[in-house]
């Protein structure tokens, strides 16, 4: 009778042992396979910050375009407005854009000229009345 006693105890021995080392086993498996899941979730957060900074070095870089462009602007029509002012009045119609068009309308150079063009619509009309003349009396 103590033999089949023995021999159990052998058999539950080996199949503790056997559960054991699966336990180890699954473990580790489930240790690697938390390892890979932290691998990949670190790649991809790289990926995100990477795409934000190329997205943050593009929005800075159109930024510093669009303020020399509005300050060449500004310097070539001698307005008296900020490069800021003018991209915001420029993305959006309200008052800096008004502010804007009558500082550009104010200047010497753009009053004198529109002076001109008035000067020669009043000689156009007189030329056109003159005309209307010549054709009634012919």
Request: aromatic share 2%; hydrophobic share 40%.
């Amino acid at each position: 009778m103590a033999i089949p006693w023995i021999v159990g105890g052998i058999i539950a021995a080996g199949v503790a042992a056997i559960v054991a080392s699966d336990d180890s086993s699954s473990s580790s498996s489930s240790s690697a396979r938390d390892l890979d899941r932290e691998r990949v979730r670190a790649r991809l957060d790289n990926e995100r910050k990477k795409e934000a900074a190329a997205k943050l070095a593009k929005d800075q870089r159109i930024a510093s375009e669009n303020k020399a462009k509005a300050q060449r602007f500004i310097t070539k029509h001698k307005l008296t407005i900020t490069p800021e002012e003018l991209i915001r009045a420029n993305k959006q119609d309200n008052q800096l854009s008004l502010q804007a068009m009558n500082n550009y309308n104010n200047k010497p150079s753009v009053r004198d000229r529109n002076r001109e063009i008035e000067l020669l619509e009043q000689e156009l009309e007189g030329l056109e009345i003159v005309e209307k003349e010549l054709l009634r009396t012919l």
